[in-house]
């Protein structure tokens, strides 16, 4: 059964505290990875697309890699207007479903 | 650059009511989305159209139904509405020129009182 799970569910880091996020995946053959960022009440964000393992993107911040189990969203330095809901997406071969994780909400405290 | 567009942001309805949700893609995409989205949940899909036409379905109910058009906008239509219907109802949108990333739209809420 395709899954994707999201660890940690929640995560406090103060200002200038860099970590990480973890997205670890099982889908009948992966078609790409999404990270997404999600503020209450809104839509998710597009971040980023990872198609094929070792793939890196970055933006700003943040920095998306993905291996053939699990992709990371390494976020350095991170600033209060980084808090929100952090979202990864797989989606399987057939390319007609995303299946989500449950999210990292993220809180940087100043 | 033009994102997806949904219809109304918000919405109250009754139980037992009827409430009709609209999204307009992004333009030139050819897949249309339906996730619905409860309270510190992630989404779950509903149901997918690629060109019109039906291409999956999720964890839809069978009061709900939709359709996407000529003009590949899509509603989604949800009859005998319950208190568990309240929710934030994405539409989605993506074609294989945007490298299948799916876009959402802002979303719609939906109180069932």
């Known amino acids: 059964e395709d899954q994707v799970t999201q660890s940690p569910e929640a995560l406090r880091l103060q200002e200038g505290e860099s970590s990480s996020l973890n997205c670890s995946y099982t889908v009948s053959g992966l078609r790409g990875l999404f990270w997404y960022r999600q503020d209450p009440g809104k839509g998710p964000e597009f971040l980023f697309t990872l198609y094929s393992a070792g793939e890196e993107k970055e933006k700003e911040r943040l920095k998306a890699t993905l291996t053939k189990k699990e992709s990371f969203l390494h976020i350095t330095a991170p600033k209060p207007e980084d808090s929100a809901t952090y979202l990864c997406a797989v989606q399987d071969a057939t390319g007609n479903q995303f299946y989500f994780g449950t999210g990292t909400s993220l809180t940087v405290i100043p | 650059a033009a994102g997806v567009i949904q219809s109304p942001r918000h919405l109250i309805k009754e139980k037992r009511e009827t409430a009709t949700l609209k999204c307009y893609p992004i333009p030139r995409h050819d897949t249309v989305y339906w996730y619905q989205q409860g309270p510190g949940q992630d989404p779950q899909f509903l149901i997918s159209f690629y060109e019109k036409m039906q291409s999956d379905k999720g964890s839809i109910p069978d009061r709900f139904s939709a359709q996407q058009f000529s003009d590949y906008h899509s509603e989604l239509n949800m009859s005998s509405l319950e208190l568990g219907d309240s929710a934030l109802y994405f539409c989605?949108?993506?074609?294989?020129?945007?490298?299948?990333?799916?876009?959402f739209g802002e979303g719609s809420w939906l109180t069932v009182v």
């Open positions: 989605a949108s993506s074609s294989v020129i945007s490298g299948n990333t799916i876009y």
